[in-house]
């Protein structure tokens, strides 16, 4: 057990408040949040929002029995500022607010807080998948998700690469493996810009994808795409074969995925020729 990375986790109104106080006490150890169905005081939203090094799982049911919990961990969630924080969102149908979580009266429905375990049995491997993530396989961070990203997302939507570039390169110094952006979502608005025509743009997006992922066999292939639309064969052919010799170590996709990759470098090389 390594002390200096601990994950913390509450269910329901007191248990989230006092998982998020404990994570703000204990900031240089707790590498990770797990938040079931509550809220926090206004210091421990703060702390969330200052706190970007602190990735979180927020879980909450719609038909959770004490609205507005719903509310207020979407609150929640987007207050947060690590772009690995992530949000499982159980759907249902809201029921009629008929009293705060400290009144007696509400029947339980299993949609609140730790009963939620009962309701939902896939929660437990989701939670456990989390904590193995943040705190074993990569402590401190997680998969950067589309909708923490959604304000870096837009930048890049909006054309305004060098700012976002910046970003990142900020980020990495004071965390060399933070993370702003999803791979895909920026291969695929690269793809886009291809498609309009804008291969310039789409260079540009590709390389945001290579420099926040330089291990990925398939954000440099989908540079040497971007870079063949635009004419630049031999960045083009440089790209192609940087995917081919990262693929054996690239454990990022699934075989098909990976067969696909191969087969598409492969392709360009073979156009290109070996010049």
Same mark, same amino acid.
């Given at each position: ?20 106080? =404990? ?113 074993? %396989? ?54 886009? %810009? ?45 790209? =192609? %074969? ?22 598409? =470098? ?10």
């Amino acid at each position: 057990m390594n002390g200096d990375v601990v994950g913390v986790g509450g269910a329901g109104a007191e248990g989230v408040d006092d998982a998020v106080q =404990a994570a703000r006490r204990h900031s240089e150890h707790v590498k990770s949040l797990v938040l079931l169905s509550g809220e926090t005081a206004l210091p421990g939203m703060r702390f969330v929002q200052q706190a970007p090094q602190l990735p979180g799982l927020f879980v909450v049911a719609d038909d959770d029995e004490y609205p507005p919990t719903q509310e207020a961990m979407l609150w929640l969630y987007l207050s947060s500022t690590n772009p690995g924080s992530r949000l499982v969102r159980y759907p249902g149908t809201r029921p009629p607010w008929l009293g705060f979580e400290d009144l007696t009266g509400v029947p339980a429905k299993g949609t609140h807080g730790a009963d939620m375990f009962q309701t939902h049995p896939d929660l437990p491997a989701t939670i456990v998948d989390w904590f193995v993530t943040t705190l074993i %396989r990569t402590p401190g961070h997680a998969p950067a998700d589309p909708l923490s990203c959604a304000p870096v997302l837009r930048q890049i939507e909006a054309g305004e690469i060098s700012q976002v570039a910046r970003k990142l390169a900020q980020a990495r110094r004071e965390d060399p493996q933070a993370q702003l952006y999803p791979e895909i979502s920026v291969i695929l608005m690269g793809y886009d %810009r291809m498609r309009e025509g804008n291969t310039k743009l789409a260079v540009e997006t590709m390389q945001l994808a290579v420099t926040a992922y330089p291990e990925s066999a398939d954000a440099h292939d989908s540079l040497s795409d971007a870079y063949l639309a635009d004419g630049q064969k031999d960045l083009a052919r440089e790209h =192609a %074969r940087k995917a081919l010799a990262l693929l054996p170590s690239d454990t990022a996709d699934s075989e098909v995925r990976r067969a696909e990759i191969r087969e598409s =470098a492969e392709g360009k090389l073979q156009q290109l020729g070996s010049h």
